[in-house]
């Protein structure tokens, strides 16, 4: 079965739009602060990111199944426990199996409960449709950032490191750029890559637009 | 005191919450276009910063570590940090509707302010006590407020330029000043240690 006939019109728009259109990091402006501090090896980004899409599917199934019962008032209010709960799953999950890593994140897992982009597709989409479409929103959403943050993980990493996966990929007389591996460099890179997809972004809806 | 005085300034300074841990940037991003909004936001980080984490620690140390359920302490934390913004928001709403006006969408993403658990967290994590807890909340929302006010006042200036390529406004030139601060902040590195 193809993903063609899997997918229907409208599904692979929701699809596609969480790593293109609404891209949660690069055009909304969401998750920036995980973006920016799990992203100095790519194994902390990618146990990142597997996080997140995690608990944005869990979200997305727990809140979209529930939205007719949740309260307009208290609607706040369950999206975090439900997004803490699974936050809690993740935390036990990483202590469990990868220890080294979930040091090396310590409290950022936790912090995976604010990260705005979960908040931000419940509030925006999960509460209003249906099952279906949420997961896809979730998927979506979920390669585009764990994408986005492998990607400047990989930069960090070579630069700040030279190891890529902790595997030496630098000439031997290399020197490391030790501000790639600390915050300023995180803020230089996502503001380069942001600039670079907006330049994109920009000159293909130019296009799309006949200007 | 000086111990606490210490956690102060690192807080603030060398250890600043926005700018070596690089929490809180959601907001950072869509409310340093102008010192007021930024101002604003600021005042209402310090009042909810200090005040969960000076409502948390107690939960914790008191409730969760004698009931030996300190598995869920993120669901309570939030559940207590939701509770207070809802505060703030309803205070805000009576008393300052300008300020409501201006946040829009940004005031319930107090919430999800990644400084508010993280203070909390933090606590934990370094397991500090009652009074430094609350000096470590305080000086983090002052931190934040400062790395805050320094962008946007920056970003006034440029708009008064305004010649930043199309692309990198917005967003992306955030990025880039905030950058540049962390950078200068690193110089304030070993005026203090902390764990």
Redesign the interface.
């Known amino acids: 079965m193809s993903a063609k006939t899997f997918l229907n019109a409208e599904d692979r728009k929701i699809l596609k739009n969480g790593y293109t259109r609404e891209h949660p990091i690069f055009v909304v ?5 995980s973006a ?2 799990v992203s100095n090896t790519v194994e902390n980004a990618i146990a990142m990111g597997a996080g997140v899409t995690f608990v944005l599917l869990a979200t997305a199934v727990i809140i979209s199944s529930l939205r007719s019962l949740i309260p307009q008032r208290a609607r ?2 369950t999206y ?2 439900t997004i ?2 699974f ?2 799953i993740v ?2 999950f990483l202590d469990a199996f990868t220890p080294a890593i979930s040091k090396a994140l ?2 950022y897992v ?2 995976i ?4 982009i979960i ?1 931000g597709r419940a509030e925006a989409f999960y509460v209003t449709r249906t099952v279906r479409h949420s997961v896809i929103d979730a998927v979506g959403n979920g390669i585009g950032y764990s994408f986005t943050l492998i990607a400047i993980a990989a930069v960090r990493e070579i630069l700040g490191f030279g190891t890529l996966l902790g595997m030496k990929v630098t000439p031997a007389n290399w020197e490391n750029w030790v ?1 790639m591996s ?7 890179l ?3 890559a ?3 997809s ?2 994109i972004t ?1 000159r293909s809806s130019g296009e799309e637009e006949g200007d | 005191m000086g111990h606490l005085i210490t956690i102060f300034i690192a807080a603030i300074l060398t250890h600043n919450i926005a ?8 907001p ?3 409310l340093s276009r102008t010192r007021k909004t930024a101002f604003g936001m600021s005042m209402a980080v310090i009042f909810v910063v200090t005040l969960t984490a000076a409502i948390n620690w107690p939960i914790y140390h008191k409730l969760l570590v004698p009931a030996n359920s300190q ?2 302490y ?2 309570v934390f ?2 207590v940090i ?1 509770a207070s913004v809802q505060l703030v928001e309803m205070i805000m709403e009576r008393f300052f509707p300008p300020l409501q006006a201006a946040f829009g969408i940004f005031l ?2 107090i ?4 400084t ?3 203070v909390s ?2 606590m934990v ?1 370094r397991e500090y006590s009652y009074v430094a807890t609350v000096v470590f909340a305080f000086g983090s929302a002052v931190g934040w407020m400062v790395a805050i006010m320094i962008v946007a006042a920056i970003n006034e200036k440029l708009a008064l330029i305004g010649n930043v ?4 406004r ?7 000043i ?3 601060i ?2 200068a902040f ?1 110089g304030f590195g070993g005026m203090v240690d902390v764990k």
């Open positions: 402006g969401l998750g920036i602060c920016l501090a706040i209010i975090m426990i803490a709960s936050v809690i935390q036990k310590g409290a936790a912090l409960i604010t990260n705005c908040m501000v600390m915050a300023p460099g995180a803020f230089f996502l503001g380069v942001i600039w670079i907006r330049a920009e | 700018l070596t841990y690089l929490l809180g940037m959601c950072f991003v869509s598995l869920i993120y669901i939030i559940i939701a319930p993403l919430t999800v302010n990644c508010v658990l993280a967290v933090f994590l390529p199309k692309g990198l917005g967003t992306a030139i955030i990025m880039i905030a950058g540049i962390a950078l690193l």
